[in-house]
């Protein structure tokens, strides 16, 4: 498998924006928007993936088996309902989505992972405009086609 990255020297810029984003949030009650290269960053440490190079169609990282990942991220400051994932894209190639849970703090609490065949069947149901045509799941529905793959 190809190194994309040196993961050392990414987690050293993720814990300096992970601290930039805590006093942003602080001071302005707004997120910074890098929940989603934390959630890749995350996902690649915990897990042992690879991260693609950037801009790779279709997926964010590579198992050591080979497998292709969508990343995505999700920060839970409360427990309301209906929270939903960014758009997963059936067109393009790849073989699950791992999701990562993240607290206030952007520090991962859990990481979930779904095959391709249950998120395309979760997608394809009929009833919903924001999954059907978005591609977007809420994070329970997605909790519950998957499987929890870390926890803190």
């Not at 990255?5 to 992970?18: C, D, F, H, M, W």
């Not at 989603?36 to 993936?49: F, K, M, P, S």
Request: glycine share 8%.
């Amino acid at each position: 498998m190809k190194n994309f990255l040196n993961i050392e020297e990414v987690g050293k810029l993720i814990r300096s924006a992970k601290n930039l984003a805590k006093c942003y949030r602080k001071l302005t009650g707004r997120p910074l928007g890098i929940t989603g290269e934390v959630a890749e960053y995350e996902a690649a440490r915990l897990l042992g993936l690879e991260l693609a190079e950037v801009r790779q169609a279709g997926f964010d990282a590579i198992s050591e088996d080979s497998k292709k990942f969508q990343i995505k991220g999700r920060c839970i400051l409360s427990k309301k309902p209906g929270q939903r994932l960014g758009s997963i894209q059936l067109d393009k190639d790849w073989d699950g989505v791992i999701i990562v849970l993240l607290d206030a703090d952007l520090e991962p609490f859990e990481i979930y992972r779904a095959w391709r065949r249950e998120i395309t069947d979760a997608l394809k149901k009929p009833g919903s405009k924001a999954r059907n045509e978005r591609g977007a799941l809420s994070v329970s529905k997605f909790k519950s086609i998957g499987q929890l793959i870390w926890k803190k």
